[in-house]
């Protein structure tokens, strides 16, 4: 029987994230069972189970994968972008809602936790580096607050709808000034 590449086994594994991510999007977690995910996926259940053994495992893998386009710059054009990129995935794939779902999860789940402290510090840390030059002794406070409104923007589309961005850049731009 020939092996299977690992090239089709990665695409198995990312199609059934995929539909977990869909899912939880539109459903949420605890709305969402593994029979679920399964037929989201279109796979067998021992395709699915071949790779994840729980939904744990899924929430967590959908949560590992997630990544902002953070801003090249901290400039009022480069913050509108992001925040503008922030808007289009909620509206276009529903993923504020899965990132509300996120946190709410990892408010009880350890392993998630971890994961979304990591993120977070990540996304901390690379918003410190584009600090400019004369703010730089308050890098970490301003990448804090930075990463803290931004994360409330995406919440406020979660729960509102489609929000204009323009308040939210105002008020970035404003803590990087001050």
Do not use: W
């Not at 995910?37 to 949560?63: D, H, M, P």
């Not at 406070?141 to 409104?149: G, M, N, T």
Request: hydrophobic share 45%; aromatic share 6%; glycine share 4%.
């Amino acid at each position: 029987m020939p092996r299977v590449s690992q090239a089709h086994l990665d695409a198995r594994r990312q199609q059934i994230v995929d539909a977990a991510r869909a899912r939880f999007a539109t459903h949420g977690f605890a709305h969402t069972s593994m029979a679920d995910i399964i037929t989201e996926s279109g796979l067998s259940n021992g395709a699915v189970y071949r790779y994840f053994t729980s939904k744990e495992q899924l929430v967590i893998a959908v949560c590992e994968q997630g990544t902002e386009a953070l801003p090249k710059a901290l400039t009022p054009e480069a913050v509108a972008g992001f925040l503008d990129y922030i808007r289009t995935r909620a509206r276009d794939t529903n993923h504020a809602q899965l990132v509300a779902q996120i946190y709410a999860e990892a408010s009880v789940s350890p392993p998630l936790a971890a994961v979304v402290q990591r993120q977070l510090a990540a996304m901390r840390a690379a918003v410190a580096e584009l600090v400019p030059g004369p703010r730089r002794p308050q890098a970490g406070q301003i990448a804090e607050a930075f990463v803290a409104l931004c994360i409330a923007y995406n919440q406020q589309l979660a729960i509102r709808g489609d929000l204009d961005p323009a308040p939210f850049t105002t008020a970035l731009m404003a803590i990087i000034k001050e």
